[in-house]
């Protein structure tokens, strides 16, 4: 057992755990977060998705002690003072779910994917999010989600630079 | 009248808490409960604010017992509140196709009240009527019709006491948007709400059985309806985006402890010893628990119970004979095997014959003939089964996805020898149904364990585990063989398939789960299986029709156990139907539409729900929207590497009927098939939420489409070796189409009659894909693929084989 500090969406915590426990297990059962939920614990499906120091990562196979003092952002942190994130936004405009159980992972992997190249290309998009599976197959309106996500944040950076020159 | 016993206790207990005094003494002298409070006071999780749609959290249980709520009251259905919201009250779940939303939209329609002042609760076994869950697509098709007939009938009563309070009679009363006014004198009006508000209808509805329930009201011509056929956003969907949702993989119980299987490493091992002293060190252990072959391993904390899972020592001893044939040798031991049974046709018969097949067969200038195989596919569900049981007060209460949480409840209450009315399931969102959660595994073995520690238990499967031992589509063989006349018209058809369906199991059995195959409870017999026919409409006027059965050499504790996969039969055989059909059409060098058209065109004989004129409707619909260019397969041969073609399959589904196209690219070299569009027209009569509507016919087109070039259940002689995403490869963002049409057709004679039926939409686009798939990959190649999935070895196999 280990002394472990986690900062997860905003907030420290302290926590007196095994440090190879998987970080979806401390998220989960110890925060009581349910964005992030285990599809394979094999870091294969990413419905476990978390972002872990601005990088999408598989918080399933990620030992707790490697997430130590890092910024966690998880599904419930993507929204900011009530205003949800343009990625949820675009989903909630495009209907994507069916079951949804995957959808934390689309979502924050979109996330990463969108933070990393604002503006991908139909490939981009396929390769970014190639391994974040859904068994509802909703993958042709994910795509649509992320691009209309794409515009949504372009237009919220071109009002953002308005304001600044205002 | 409902039996004051069978009000549930805990809607007494709200009473109790209710500020409002007169109110309650109102409601203990009419001795009659009220639940327009109960959800929310209960600590129900279920209950979906009117706008904003969020859920309220889970709460401690109280406690039973958990009586059936009568669905022969109105207020088992539908509370009014004062302030002039309703809840509705259903006995369904969604598995993420929006029939939630649907419902709504109907109750809300039928009841004239705005949609977005409704909300809807379901598939709590104390709190809603038993409408069986989920199944078969019969949300709209069969459900849909008490909860209007119900909705009409509150509207009327509402609508009387609106009459008496004005002193004018109904018909001089308007009603919109939850308010009823006088015609003569729009300043006389009343809401529903300030008539009934967080009271009872007191209205016993009449019905044989919960689909015939009924009031004195009518419902709604279509033409009346105004929330049915708009698409107002699923409510479901804000809380699955923005991580709000209580799933029920989140359900938390004071005192709760974690548990994993341990199954066997073959196929019907026996255990033989256990040694506890492996796990007994370890932190957090409780408690192994076993009973026949059944292994479980209790712990504090989840990290803890997948360890000692992982560590525990069990001997098991390895059957004498092989479980199964490997899935290599599959189709040919089912073509060699005796079958258990024959499928009896409509007539009873052992086979469904029509005119004289051999004599036209002999007589027929072209026979062709073709053996397709389909292989066992799996659910594979992105979550692994699970389940939380609370044993507190000497009840279960048992919060799971269970699509079918009714069955679910009984089944566990016999399983444990329970009275029914102890033992309540609380239904809540998961991963994907699709028939897997027709038989919840994890909420049976949740409610043993938790019964046998005591203590809530949280049980979750591994993905290993999910993998290998989820229920199973069955595997297919066919032979067919098809008479062609000088002219190129289909003149005699026989088709002749086997399914290993033999042992089917049921729904939430309490000797067919597999907990209770490994502890060795099993019926006398298991279930005979069974698949019918092509479900088209063709005209051919002598035809055979023979499906049988086979059994795998193991029968139970099997992780090939077959059960209800999307549309549990439909993507096998349409797809040997609808490959042959193509296989026709090229050997009578006719356009694959056109000779679809063909023999559906050469009879005018239709059913009751016109699903000729309709077959012929989607076929056009499809065709149009495609720009499909008339000509036979296979496509005159290209040059590169590339080759692209495009395919048609169609069918009905029950009364809902599709056709599809698929245009496919082949890479000659690799044998890699993407599928570059995908176009579908789709008939299921009347749609109540088209956008929700067509984002399930897309999902249910790739899930045909995972299942034609991906799925497949790899085993050898002792286990199932497909156990991963790796060893079992799905669908994937890359493989997504560039291009998806959907084209609601309504191809009803009378598209405008006030009685357009509302049919089921949650399987019938799956059945075709594959057909559609494999035809395009013969028109872009000339090559016929007949055995199941079109993955890249195989189809590069295939062309090679082809150009030798």
Same mark, same amino acid.
């Given at each position: 057992m280990s002394q472990i500090t986690l900062q997860v969406n905003g907030k420290r915590h302290a926590l007196e755990i095994d440090p190879g426990t998987p970080l979806l297990y401390v998220l989960r059962n110890d925060l009581g977060l349910r964005g992030p939920r285990f599809g394979c614990g094999l870091g294969q499906c990413g419905s476990c998705t978390v972002i872990l120091r601005g990088a999408a990562v598989r918080s399933c196979v990620t030992p707790v002690s490697s997430a130590q003092g890092a910024e966690i952002t998880t599904l419930e942190g993507?929204?900011?003072?009530?205003?949800?994130?343009?990625?949820?936004?675009?989903?909630?405009?495009?209907?994507?779910?069916?079951?949804?159980?995957?959808?934390?992972?689309?979502?924050?992997?979109?996330?990463?994917?969108?933070d990393r190249n604002p503006n991908p290309s139909d490939a981009e998009i396929r390769k970014g999010m190639d391994g974040t599976l859904c068994r509802c197959m909703t993958y042709y309106r994910i795509q649509a989600a992320i691009k209309r996500a794409a515009q949504l944040m372009a237009a919220a950076r071109e009002a953002a630079d308005r304001e600044v020159v205002a | 009248m409902t039996n004051f016993t069978k009000v549930p206790q805990q809607v007494e207990e709200v009473l109790e808490r209710q500020p409002d005094a007169s109110r309650?003494?109102?409601?203990?002298?009419?001795?009659?409960?009220?639940?327009? !409070?109960s959800a929310a006071a209960m600590g129900h999780s279920l209950l979906l604010a009117p706008a904003a749609g969020a859920q309220a959290a889970a709460a401690s249980p109280p406690a039973g017992p958990y009586p059936d709520p009568d669905f022969r009251q109105l207020d088992s259905w539908i509370v009014i509140h004062q302030d002039n919201t309703a809840t509705f009250y259903v006995g369904k779940t969604d598995g993420g196709q929006g029939t939630g939303t649907a419902f709504r939209q109907i109750m809300s329609d039928e009841l004239d009240i705005p949609f977005e002042k409704t909300s809807l609760i379901m598939g709590a076994t104390d709190i809603t009527v038993d409408q069986g869950g989920s199944g078969g697509s019969d949300a709209l098709e069969t459900d849909g019709w008490p909860m209007r007939r119900v909705a009409a009938e509150a509207r009327r009563v509402l609508l009387e006491m609106a009459?008496?309070?004005?002193?004018?009679?109904?018909?001089?009363?308007?009603?919109?948007?939850g308010v009823i006014t006088v015609k003569a004198d729009p300043s006389r009006n009343v809401t529903y709400g300030e008539l009934i508000g967080g009271k009872r209808f007191n209205v016993t509805l009449t019905g044989n059985n919960i689909n015939a329930t009924t009031g004195k009201a009518p419902i709604k011509p279509v033409q009346e309806l105004k929330i049915v056929g708009q698409?107002?956003?699923?409510?479901?969907?804000?809380?699955?985006?923005?991580?709000?949702?209580?799933?029920?993989?989140?359900?938390?119980?004071?005192?709760?402890?974690?548990?994993?299987?341990?199954?066997?490493?073959?196929?019907?091992?026996?255990?033989? #010893?256990?040694?506890?002293?492996?796990?007994?060190?370890?932190?957090?252990?409780?408690?192994?628990?076993?009973?026949?072959?059944?292994?479980?391993?209790?712990?504090?904390?989840?990290?803890?119970?997948?360890?000692?899972?992982?560590?525990?020592?069990?001997?098991?001893?390895?059957?004498?004979?092989a479980a199964f044939p490997g899935s290599e040798d599959l189709f040919r031991y089912m073509r060699n095997a005796k079958p258990t049974s024959v499928v009896r046709a409509r007539s009873g018969q052992p086979q469904e014959l029509v005119g004289d097949p051999d004599g036209a067969m002999a007589k027929a200038a072209k026979v062709i003939e073709a053996a397709y195989d389909y292989p066992f596919q799996g659910h594979t569900a992105l979550g692994p089964a699970h389940a939380m049981a609370d044993p507190s007060d000497g009840q279960m209460t048992i919060w799971s996805n269970d699509m079918k949480a009714y069955g679910l409840r009984t089944g566990v209450a016999a399983f444990l020898g329970m009275a029914r009315d102890r033992v309540r399931v609380i239904w809540q969102e998961g991963p994907q149904l699709y028939g897997r959660t027709a038989a919840d595994d994890a909420g049976f073995e949740a409610a043993y364990l938790a019964k046998e520690i005591g203590r809530p238990v949280r049980m979750q499967w591994m993905r290993h585990e999910e993998t290998a031992?989820?229920?199973?589509?069955?595997? !297919?063989?066919?032979?067919?063989?098809?008479?062609?006349?000088?002219?190129?018209?289909?003149?005699?058809?026989?088709?002749?398939?086997?399914?290993?369906?033999?042992?089917?199991?049921?729904?939430?059995?309490?000797?067919?789960?597999?907990?209770?195959?490994?502890?060795?409870?099993?019926?006398?017999?298991?279930?005979?299986?069974?698949?019918?026919?092509?479900?088209?409409?063709?005209?051919?006027p002598n035809r055979r029709t023979v499906t049988e059965v086979v059994s795998m050499p193991l029968v139970w504790e099997s992780p090939l156990r077959t059960g209800n996969l999307r549309?549990?039969?439909?993507?096998?055989?349409?797809?040997?139907?609808?490959?042959?059909?193509?296989?026709?059409?090229?050997?009578?060098?006719?356009?694959?539409?056109? !000779?679809?058209?063909?023999?559906?065109?050469?009879?005018?004989?239709?059913?009751?729900?016109?699903?000729?004129?309709? #077959?012929?409707?989607?076929?056009?619909?499809?065709?149009?929207?495609?720009?499909?260019?008339?000509?036979?397969?296979?496509?005159?041969?290209?040059?590169? *590497?590339?080759? *692209?073609?495009?395919?048609?399959?169609?069918?009905?589904?029950?009364?809902?009927?599709?056709?599809?196209?698929?245009?496919?690219?082949?890479?000659?070299?690799?044998?890699?098939?993407?599928?570059?569009?995908?176009?579908?027209?789709?008939?299921?009569?009347?749609?109540?939420?088209?956008?929700?509507?067509?984002?399930?016919?897309?999902?249910?087109?790739?899930?045909?489409?995972?299942?034609?070039?991906?799925?497949?259940?790899? !085993?050898?002689?002792?286990?199932?070796?497909?156990?991963?995403?790796?060893?079992?490869? *799905?669908?994937?963002? #890359?493989?997504?189409?560039?291009?998806?049409?959907?084209?609601?057709?309504?191809?009803?004679?009378?598209?405008?009659?006030?009685?357009?039926?509302?049919?089921?939409?949650?399987?019938?686009?799956?059945k075709p894909t594959v057909a559609a798939v494999a035809n395009a990959i013969f028109d872009a190649t000339g090559v016929r693929l007949r055995r199941v999935p079109f993955r890249d070895q195989r189809v590069r196999a295939a062309l090679q084989s082809a150009r030798a």
């Open positions: 993507l929204a900011q003072n009530g205003k949800l994130h343009p990625v949820q936004q675009a989903w909630i405009e495009e209907q994507v779910p069916q079951c949804g159980f995957c959808q934390n992972g689309q979502i924050m992997t979109a996330k990463a994917l969108l | 309650r003494d109102f409601l203990k002298k009419s001795g009659f409960l009220v639940v327009s !409070f009459s008496q309070r004005f002193g004018v009679p109904v018909d001089q009363l308007a009603v919109s948007g698409s107002p956003q699923r409510y479901d969907i804000p809380p699955k985006v923005d991580g709000s949702l209580h799933w029920a993989v989140d359900a938390k119980a004071p005192g709760m402890v974690h548990a994993r299987n341990v199954r066997p490493p073959w196929a019907g091992a026996k255990l033989v #010893s256990i040694d506890e002293s492996s796990v007994r060190h370890l932190p957090g252990f409780i408690k192994v628990v076993s009973k026949g072959n059944y292994v479980a391993v209790v712990c504090e904390r989840e990290e803890q119970a997948i360890r000692a899972a992982r560590q525990l020592k069990v001997q098991w001893q390895k059957p004498a004979a031992w989820d229920v199973k589509g069955p595997a !297919f063989t066919f032979n067919l063989r098809g008479g062609l006349d000088a002219q190129g018209n289909l003149i005699a058809l026989e088709y002749h398939a086997r399914t290993a369906d033999y042992g089917h199991i049921g729904y939430n059995e309490p000797d067919t789960v597999l907990i209770a195959q490994l502890m060795g409870r099993r019926p006398a017999q298991p279930e005979p299986g069974g698949a019918s026919g092509p479900s088209e409409m063709y005209y051919i549309d549990p039969n439909g993507p096998q055989t349409t797809f040997a139907g609808e490959s042959f059909i193509d296989e026709l059409a090229a050997a009578a060098n006719a356009d694959p539409v056109e !000779f679809r058209l063909r023999l559906l065109e050469a009879s005018s004989e239709d059913d009751e729900r016109f699903t000729r004129a309709r #077959s012929i409707a989607v076929i056009k619909a499809a065709a149009e929207a495609y720009g499909w260019d008339r000509r036979p397969s296979p496509k005159p041969r290209a040059a590169g *590497t590339i080759l *692209t073609g495009r395919g048609i399959a169609y069918c009905y589904r029950r009364f809902t009927v599709v056709a599809e196209i698929a245009e496919v690219e082949v890479n000659r070299d690799t044998g890699h098939v993407w599928v570059k569009r995908l176009v579908c027209a789709h008939d299921c009569g009347l749609a109540v939420n088209p956008e929700a509507l067509r984002r399930t016919i897309e999902g249910n087109l790739l899930h045909g489409l995972s299942r034609a070039l991906y799925e497949e259940v790899q !085993f050898d002689n002792e286990k199932v070796t497909s156990v991963d995403w790796i060893t079992h490869p *799905t669908l994937r963002h #890359s493989d997504c189409p560039e291009r998806i049409d959907v084209v609601l057709v309504n191809g009803d004679p009378n598209p405008n009659r006030p009685d357009l039926p509302h049919y089921g939409a949650g399987e019938a686009a799956i």
